[in-house]
């Protein structure tokens, strides 16, 4: 009888009578001799509708509603044929991360990495000479993915506090905003302390619903008095579009929770492919905020602020139930988000029983610190769109951009990069891009984001 492929993949292990070192596969075409999706074992997987329903969670908050001024700095053409590009751009790199970190698993036989680890293992693969840097670009990568969660916690605590405290000034005192910080952090603590993914899907699905619904009845406002369309530009100067790609960034992407929804699937084969649960979810999420994006610079053209909600009336009840609806679904989306920062922490935390007690206490105490940090930056700067820029501009261009390139370029070191090195090629391109707007998306939010924290600092 011929041998199973996983027998083959064990029998490499063995290193038989003549102690032989064990082979390890080269080829990024070596689904077949290790399957990595057999092996993995989740304690309490996620269903494709779970995944699906996570996804979205992960991705339509804030960002959705700061794409009006995004199409205000890039006017409706330009902004919605760079909105497809960038998501096509955006999602054709996680497909190639996740094929990365899966080939990773091949060479090592085992069922499951992490993003800083397929870093490691990456440059273990690659030219002799950056073989010592594996360690340190592993650390670097998991401090990558802890800001940036960071970041965007942060944006969630702003405008979190910034929506309920117009209600709040309408109906009782003009409190400041640092208050309404610091009850969202008292409120999330419970919630943050969930450790369980399968266990924050009922939050996110009455997320989704009250975002959801907050969307359905802000068209209200938005196709309300409609000025002329005429009155709106179809396209801005260049200059400006820095900005719309960064708060674009900010809308279109969220590597490290895609990447921890994926590694909860109870059928992870099915995340990707065409009409996967990635892509499925990705084509919602860009019809979503194109169209919020549109309408809402058609509706309130330069006048147009970081939140949409912002822009609605204050002392109306209708205006009033939206704010509260999607506030309170961006609230919820704080524990899924802060997830990923503890998966990324913890991820090489060795697991036994005797560790077990003290991997608990150690989570505890990173959520309560987590959030404690992520309240202090919302109180110290609270620009949202600064704080928006930023975590698109840095997110895009290390975690979308210039990770997935390299794993790729080292990866493929000993294998080949294709006719006329087209592999390479891509590569190389998804890096210049990622330095070039990097540098240039986080300089311009960081200048602003310290003016700000100085206008704060003198206030206080």
């Not at 419970?190 to 359905?216: D, E, H, Q, T």
């Not at 790609?245 to 921890?260: D, E, K, P, R, Y």
């Not at 390139?405 to 990069?417: K, M, R, T």
């Amino acid at each position: 009888m011929e041998p199973k492929p996983q027998d083959q993949a064990q029998n490499r292990d063995d290193p038989g009578p003549q102690n032989e070192p064990p082979t390890i596969v080269q080829s990024m075409t070596s689904f077949y001799i290790y399957n990595p999706y057999e092996k993995r074992s989740v304690e309490v997987p996620l269903t494709n509708c779970d995944a699906f329903i996570s996804l979205l969670k992960c991705v339509i908050g804030t960002g959705i509603l700061a794409m009006p001024l995004a199409f205000r700095c890039s006017g409706f053409v330009v902004g919605a044929v760079m909105s497809i590009l960038l998501m096509i751009l955006l999602t054709y790199s996680i497909h190639l991360l996740i094929a990365g970190m899966t080939e990773c698993c091949r060479r090592r036989l085992v069922p499951q990495v992490s993003m800083p680890e397929a870093v490691r293992i990456a440059y273990e693969e690659g030219p002799k000479w950056v073989n010592c840097f594996g360690r340190a670009a592993s650390f670097l990568t998991t401090c990558v993915l802890v800001f940036g969660q960071f970041l965007l916690c942060t944006v969630y605590l702003v405008f979190v506090s910034k929506n309920f405290k117009e209600i709040g000034d309408h109906y009782g005192e003009r409190y400041n905003e640092r208050y309404y910080v610091l009850a969202a952090c008292l409120l999330l603590l419970p919630l943050f302390m969930i450790r369980r993914l399968k266990y924050l899907v009922p939050l996110n699905l009455v997320s989704n619903f009250l975002l959801y619904a907050g969307f359905a009845l802000i068209m209200y406002y938005l196709f309300n008095g409609l000025p002329n369309i005429k009155d709106r530009e179809l396209a801005t100067p260049p200059v400006e579009w820095v900005e719309f790609f960064a708060i674009a960034a900010f809308s279109l992407t969220a590597v490290g929770s895609m990447l921890v929804v994926e590694a909860h699937m109870a059928h992870p084969q099915s995340y990707l492919g065409l009409f996967g649960v990635l892509n499925l979810a990705v084509l919602f999420i860009l019809l979503s905020n194109m169209f919020f994006g549109i309408i809402g610079y058609w509706r309130f053209g330069e006048s147009v602020h970081a939140s949409i909600t912002l822009n609605i009336p204050q002392d109306e009840i209708l205006s009033q139930f939206i704010k509260v609806f999607i506030a309170s679904g961006i609230f919820l989306s704080y524990p899924l988000n802060g997830f990923v920062v503890v998966t990324v922490i913890f991820s090489d935390y060795e697991k036994s029983e005797a560790n077990e007690r003290n991997r608990t206490l150690m989570e505890y105490l990173v959520r309560l610190v987590f959030l404690l940090l992520t309240g202090a930056v919302a109180i110290g700067v609270p620009n949202l769109a600064a704080l928006t820029e930023l975590e698109g501009a840095f997110s895009l261009s290390n975690l979308n951009l210039l990770c997935p390139a390299l794993i790729d370029v080292f990866l493929n070191y000993s294998v080949g990069y294709g006719r006329l090195m087209w592999k390479l090629i891509r590569d190389v391109v998804l890096i210049l891009i990622g330095l070039i707007f990097g540098t240039v998306g986080c300089t311009v939010a960081l200048k602003q984001l310290i003016c700000d924290f100085q206008l704060t600092l003198s206030s206080m």
